[in-house]
């Protein structure tokens, strides 16, 4: 912030003047402020206490929760609240900076920055903090320790600081100069000049740097070049602070007078689509901070150094009623911040009291913060635990007294007779695939421990098997489980083994023999194959899906709808999600949820799978919300990071899955509070209860909806902290049912178990049968319970174990905002009549869609599987016929079951983790219809990413409008690639290799030349892909790339991204060009625009679009023929031999 034109006695303030401070209580300070305070000598706090209890906070509205003391007498310079923590950074004129954590402003660290100079700004980092003063820039850690500290010249007057990127620093201040600082290297790279007298505010869009001048300008600059391209003149005077948000520009400052400098009570407000001032706005009070606050509008938030705050649109008329007074401990305010969150904003006075005000009672700071670290306590003469598990653990390492008595370990010699160890028996897998030669035996490595590594076990284990604990990290010592064999086939983690040949003669028809295309698991955290593939067969899903396409580069809405494009395409061969997981890997909010898993914990099966899937579940419904509501209303842009959304008709997403509900809290002495909200899913609550009582699934989910609880929270009647009843009512319904089954602990599983066994035996009565509390039936048993001539009547009996679960689903929406929950049978629907539910008002009937199932195999870590009840619109499209069909999603396994096995739960391997529930007759609700959302105007010419490339460095010319390909049309393609993960294989005992894992590739250029017309030959496409992810290997011998091209700080290459090359191919494919070229079924595969067969018969290309040279000059069982060869032989060229000169 500019302080010229502020109160004069701050801008002489000096540290000296305070050094004294005798330990009495300023006339400024509220008493309360500083009770248990004591003040040192240099009248600094010994400890920042909270000055007020927690208020009452009404939702919505802002209002003070709680003041702190960051240093007694000495002025708030700055504020800052953290980007990836709950915390908020203080910095004073003293130049000591205190962090304060959580809404309650508990202290977290306090220390010293700089001895003499005030700290001007904060900006939080990943790994520390950056503190700004007058001529020195240092990078500290969040607990005080240096990182690094960067002295600038003692000439240099620093006022701000701006982060473009996240290694690459702006400085400016009252010089002629802004320095560019690499925080890589903590170097200057770089000093713009800029006109005298400098610069005091930076900000960013994705289209200016926007520098405020101490002379009242605020000039807008080109994000490469840093030249100005428009320039403002705010105010005559001063300007004071200026913030910037989609298309608006508003500014407050102050305006030369006769007698000096005034504070200007009109805001300047710009538009910047015509680069032009709007109607200036007048408030109320005087403005010397303001910030734009884009919550529901884009409301501005103008505060004044007295403590006034007055909320309005930048584009109405400020009204009176909106101005709300700070109070602050001293005379003047002196920073101001607002969260990213936008719930809380922080205020700092010229004491040294920090005030934060929120709009509801537990803000967060951040929409997905990460957790804090804590010093840990000091341990004091504690000894290290001992783990009696251990066989070989030292018997000395436990301290005992001396004693003249017989040890217990004194054994007579008798019974200490040394024993040899015995060898660990062989596994059985290996015994039983083994080959014999001779004597010598051979056999493939089960891969169940590591190599030349044999773990002794002295004794048998006999400890009960826990399925719910996390798996453990390495597969060595994890021996066979009686109830493995109980895991039937179907259900085991499917592996693709490769040959030299890659994929091209593994049989994906053995295991799917559907026309519905299968997951390849192969990919980096490709766990959530199962819940992709329950949203393509949700109609409504797949069809808005596909008609989405956005701007932004990493949208996980247009990267599914590409992959349900091909899956629709696909005739019973597998897919990859490779271009959708990779831009699910970019979004910060997956990695700080822990959804990003290494390919070390995949393959180990470390973590509990049946809670990550359900995380999983529940960013995605929140990410496509948010994609979608962005691409409807686009003037009221919401980052990714938003944790909530306004209301279910914001999109199309919120219609189908948000219920909307009233929490309402009553209070013992009457008084009830309101409080409406929404939310995509439902978490199960289980009953505490272990009398073995029944319960219906409908009555625990009605508890889990309208949960009942009692919590203390603040009621206004008694102006106090009371014990009150949490309610929560439905308002409205959501189209498809979404739940979490939440069996993370033994103890769900048990009530599964329990309630599985109590509707076993009720069915069981029900037809006829009975069953006593201790008897365990016999085969023999079963089979007279399950024959027509026995006791019960009911086709098998197999279908009535392990099932709790109904298919059908029976909810009222009553008078007085009640919700009845019933299970729905078929008998139910005999009696009722299939339209009852509909032709009554309010009542609806929900059915059993999809179950995701986690399966516990302690040999490979585990796995999760869908069921699916596939509807008749799919089957009319992949096999001609109209009829319902249960079936088993397990990758590329795809098998029809039985509809009674989608609900059959053997809690020993088989666990419930995600129930989809949809409204009867749902399709006919929504349009389903898919148009082609990819225009022509793709192939025009669009800017590139690199910041250091020319006109002269262009490779290619790109179409004209006149040029646009027709059907027929021929384009040559080729595409390069580099390895992101080199390929993982053994040597087998015989001396073969073995693939485990092939190599990751990302394709890195992609280029298209014309075919025909006046410019043949000339290329029109020839894009370099920008890649976020570690490059291994540039393969530049073959590609021509070279690490730098594929950076857009430093390349000169025409760079653009994935997303933008893929709707280009997209576009060419869809119009029906031919292509030609070498390899392409290859090029294809990793532009991820095909699914694998030996031949173009399942390709997002037709065959009759691709004339590949591979294929076109191969002759029968003759091998393949290389491109260096064919160029040679009929170009008399040669090809590879100068590419590096490239």
Not at 220 to 242: I, P
Not at 870 to 879: D, F, L, P
Request: proline share 5%.
């Amino acid at each position: 912030m500019n302080f010229e034109g502020l109160d004069p006695g701050l801008a002489e303030y000096a540290p000296a003047m305070h050094s004294a401070l005798d330990p009495v209580l300023d006339a400024h300070l509220n008493p309360s402020l500083l009770q248990n305070v004591e003040l040192d000598p240099e009248g600094v706090a010994l400890e920042a206490l909270p000055v007020q209890e927690s208020v009452h906070i009404m939702e919505g509205v802002y209002s003070e929760l709680h003041s702190v003391v960051a240093e007694v007498g000495v002025p708030v310079s700055v504020s800052h609240f953290d980007l990836h923590e709950e915390m908020l950074w203080v910095g004073s004129h003293g130049g000591h900076a205190t962090s304060f954590f959580g809404p309650a402003l508990e202290r977290y660290s306090s220390f010293q920055v700089n001895g003499s100079d005030d700290i001007r700004q904060i900006q939080s980092l990943e790994n520390g903090i950056l503190f700004l003063t007058k001529n020195n820039l240092k990078y500290m850690a969040r607990g005080g320790l240096i990182i690094f500290d960067y002295l600038l010249d003692e000439n240099e007057d620093m006022h701000s600081l701006l982060l473009t990127d996240s290694s690459t620093l702006l400085i400016g201040g009252l010089q002629n100069h802004i320095l560019e600082i690499d925080l890589n290297t903590v170097q200057e790279t770089q000093k713009y000049a800029v006109e005298t007298p400098g610069v005091t505010i930076m900000r960013q869009t994705n289209r200016f740097f926007f520098c405020g001048h101490t002379s009242g300008k605020v000039s807008l600059r080109d994000l490469r070049t840093f030249k100005v391209e428009h320039e403002f003149d705010a105010f005559s005077g001063s300007l004071s602070d200026f913030d910037v948000h989609g298309n608006l520009l508003a500014a407050c400052g102050f305006s030369s007078r006769l007698t000096g400098l005034a504070c200007d009570r009109f805001l300047k407000v710009y538009d910047l689509r015509m680069m032009r001032a709007i109607t200036p706005l007048q408030v109320h009070v005087d403005p010397a901070f303001l910030r734009f606050i884009p919550t529901y509008t884009s409301r501005l938030a103008i505060i004044s150094q007295s403590g006034q705050c007055q909320f309005c649109e930048p584009t109405g008329l400020a009204n009176p009623a909106d101005i709300f007074h700070v109070n602050p401990v001293g005379p003047l305010l002196m920073t101001f911040d607002v969260s990213a969150s936008k719930q809380a904003l922080a205020f700092g006075d010229s004491e040294g009291c920090v005030h934060l005000w929120t709009d509801s009672p537990e803000p967060s700071f951040n929409p997905y913060s990460r957790e804090t670290e804590f010093a840990l306590p000091c341990l004091v003469d504690s000894l290290p635990p001992l783990d009696w598990s251990q066989d070989l653990l030292p018997l000395s390492l436990i301290p005992v007294p001396l004693t003249t008595d017989t040890l217990l370990s004194d054994w007579p010699a008798a019974n200490s007779a040394p024993a040899p160890r015995r060898a660990p028996p062989v596994d059985a897998e290996i015994l039983r695939t083994m080959k014999k030669v001779g004597f010598i035996g051979y056999a493939p490595n089960p891969r169940t421990k590591l190599r030349n590594q044999i773990p002794y076990r002295l004794k048998e284990s006999d400890s009960e098997f826990d399925s719910f604990s996390q798996v453990t990290e390495s597969p060595v010592g994890r021996e066979e489980e009686p109830h493995l064999h109980m895991v039937s086939k179907k259900y085991r983690k499917v592996t693709i083994k490769y040959s030299k040949l890659g994929l091209e003669d593994f049989d994906f028809k053995h295991y799917n023999k559907t026309l519905f295309a299968g997951l390849e698991p192969h990919i980096p955290n490709a766990y959530c194959n199962c819940m992709i593939q329950v949203l393509y067969f949700l109609e409504p899903v797949r069809c808005l899906i596909q008609n989405h396409l956005c701007q932004k580069e990493f949208c996980l809405a247009c990267e599914l709808g590409f992959l349900f494009h091909m899956l629709d395409l696909s005739r019973g061969d597998p897919c990859q999600g490779s271009n959708f997981l990779r831009a699910f890997r970019t979004i910060p909010e997956a990695s700080a949820l822990g959804l990003i898993l290494a390919d070390s914990d995949e393959a180990s099966g470390k973590g509990n799978l049946a809670r990550l899937i359900q995380r999983w579940n529940r960013f995605i419904l929140t990410q496509l919300h948010q994609d979608m509501q962005e691409l409807e209303v686009p003037q009221a842009y919401r980052g990714a990071g938003g944790s909530s959304f306004c209301s279910s008709g914001d999109s199309v997403i919120g219609q189908l899955f948000s219920c909307e509900m009233e929490n309402c809290s009553l209070c013992r002495c009457g008084s009830e509070t309101v409080r409406a909200s929404s939310t995509l899913l439902f978490t199960l609550s289980y009953p505490d209860d272990k009398t073995g009582k029944n319960y219906d699934f409908a009555q625990v989910l009605k508890r889990s909806i309208c949960l009942d609880q009692n919590t203390q929270a603040w009621c206004d009647n008694c102006e106090k902290y009371q014990p009150t009843i949490q309610t929560r009512n439905i308002r409205h319904l959501p189209d498809i049912l979404v739940i979490n089954c939440e069996v993370n602990s033994s103890k769900e599983a048990d009530f599964w178990r329990m309630q599985a066994e109590v509707a076993f035996k009720m069915a069981v009565k029900k037809h006829g049968g009975e069953i006593s509390k201790n008897k365990e039936f016999a085969l023999a048993d079963w089979k007279e319970l399950g024959s027509p001539e026995g006791v019960l009547v009911c086709p098998s009996i197999e279908e009535l174990k392990n099932v709790w679960l109904p298919f059908s689903i029976r909810m009222k929406m009553t008078k007085n905002k009640g919700l009845d929950v019933c299970n729905w049978t078929d008998g139910d629907e005999m009696q009722w009549g299939p339209a009852r539910a509909e032709e009554e008002h309010g009542v609806y009937v929900y059915d059993l869609m999809a179950t995701v199932v986690h399966i516990l195999d302690s040999r490979t870590g585990g796995s999760l599987v869908a069921h699916i009840k596939v509807g008749e619109t799919y089957h009319q499209r992949k096999e001609g016929v109209t009829h319902q069909q249960w079936y088993l999603f397990n990758d590329f396994l795809i098998e029809p079951i039985d509809k009674h096995e989608a609900v059959q739960f053997d809690m020993n391997w088989k666990v419930p983790a995600i129930l989809y529930y949809v409204k009867r007759n749902l399709n006919s609700r929504y349009n389903l219809n898919i148009k082609n959302p990819i225009e022509a105007s793709v192939l025009l010419a669009e800017a590139s990413l690199a910041r250091k490339q020319r006109k002269t460095h262009t490779t290619f010319i790109p179409l004209m409008l006149n040029e646009m390909p027709q059907i027929g049309d021929l384009v040559g393609l080729d595409a390069e690639f580099v390895t992101l993960n080199e390929e993982e294989a053994e040597l087998r005992s015989d001396g073969t290799k073995s693939t485990i894992k092939p190599s990751q590739m990302s394709v890195a250029r992609i280029t298209c030349v014309r075919g025909q017309g006046p410019n043949e030959g000339i290329p029109f496409i020839d894009d370099y892909i920008s890649t976020q992810e570690q490059v291994v290997d540039y393969l530049t011998q073959y590609s021509g790339i070279k690490p730098g091209d594929l950076d857009a700080k430093i390349s000169s290459k025409h760079l653009t991204t994935l997303k933008s090359t893929y709707l280009k191919l997209r576009f060419l494919i869809d119009i029906g060009v031919k292509f030609v070229g070498h390899g392409l079924q290859k090029d294809f595969r990793v532009i991820n625009l095909m699914v694998w067969q030996g031949s173009f018969k399942s390709l997002l290309v037709p065959k009759d679009q691709v004339l590949d040279t591979v294929y076109l000059f191969h002759m029968p069982r003759k091998r393949m023929i290389s491109l260096r060869f064919l160029a040679w032989y009929f170009l008399d060229a040669a090809v590879f031999s100068s590419v590096l000169a490239l």
